[in-house]
């Protein structure tokens, strides 16, 4: 569960762009696998390193794309679009406390951008810095009252044992009715994932919080509803078959040993 809880917490869509200081962020709308970088057109009045960025990002040359970044920073400091594009090219390249890093001195500038809150708590998750994490998700919920953040915030509060919170954040989920048609991306294994609805997400969470406290007909009648509204749910199906597993008492125990 702990894998699973982690690889749910990577997955994230984040656009990189160098638009001027003024330009507002716009609201996170979709998750996906993977992080995308988009280079924008080079044009001839901008700084040649800003034109290398660009050719970098189309190549995907992140490492290219950072030395670029850093140059133009160091000449012009106030700008903090190149800070926020520094904080992405890092997350892109998996670098997430230099990612963290980048994303605080925005978040000092922009304490609304909220791409860039997203960015912070995905990367405090991955450095397993998950009090961290759930602070900044629960600062984003509050911008954003998106039943995916909140989704993200009950994971977290599973993860630090806070029973009583998650449970709570769990019937706010199931309640909302863009829970049914929002999806999130879910691995079973460490192969293979599903976009979920998070409202199956969210039965699903609800009974494995009921089987660690040993609720074991609640758990199953909560796997049961995941799969009602998303049949294909594998991660479902896998704890529904660990619930009905008859246990192997002593006596199968020693007919093993022989």
Do not use: W
Request: net charge neutral; aromatic share 8%.
């Amino acid at each position: 569960m702990k894998k699973y809880i982690m690889l749910m917490a990577m997955i994230a869509s984040i656009q990189a762009v160098c638009f001027s200081q003024s330009k507002k962020s716009e609201p996170v709308k979709a998750k996906t696998e993977q992080v995308v970088i988009q280079a924008q057109p080079v044009e001839d009045s901008i700084p040649d390193e800003l034109k290398v960025y660009h050719l970098a990002i189309s190549f995907a040359d992140y490492e290219v794309a950072k030395n670029s970044m850093f140059t133009l920073i160091a000449k012009y400091p106030a700008r903090v679009d190149y800070l926020d594009s520094l904080a992405r090219i890092y997350f892109a390249m998996g670098a997430y406390p230099q990612a963290l890093a980048a994303a605080d001195f925005v978040l000092k500038s922009q304490p609304d951008n909220q791409q860039i809150l997203e960015l912070s708590a995905i990367c405090q998750n991955a450095m397993k810095n998950e009090k961290e994490a759930l602070s900044t998700y629960e600062k984003l919920y509050g911008k954003t009252n998106s039943v995916y953040h909140l989704y993200q915030i009950a994971v977290l509060q599973y993860s630090l044992q806070r029973t009583g919170e998650c449970s709570k954040s769990i019937e706010t989920i199931i309640a909302d009715k863009d829970a049914v048609t929002e999806k999130i991306r879910i691995s079973y294994d460490e192969q293979n994932a599903q976009n979920v609805p998070l409202a199956a997400a969210a039965y699903n969470l609800r009974g494995v919080l009921s089987r660690d406290l040993k609720e074991n007909e609640k758990a199953k009648a909560d796997f049961n509803e995941a799969l009602k509204i998303f049949p294909e749910f594998q991660l479902a199906k896998n704890n529904l078959e660990m619930m009905n597993k008859p246990a192997e008492g002593p006596g199968k125990e020693k007919e093993k040993k022989k």
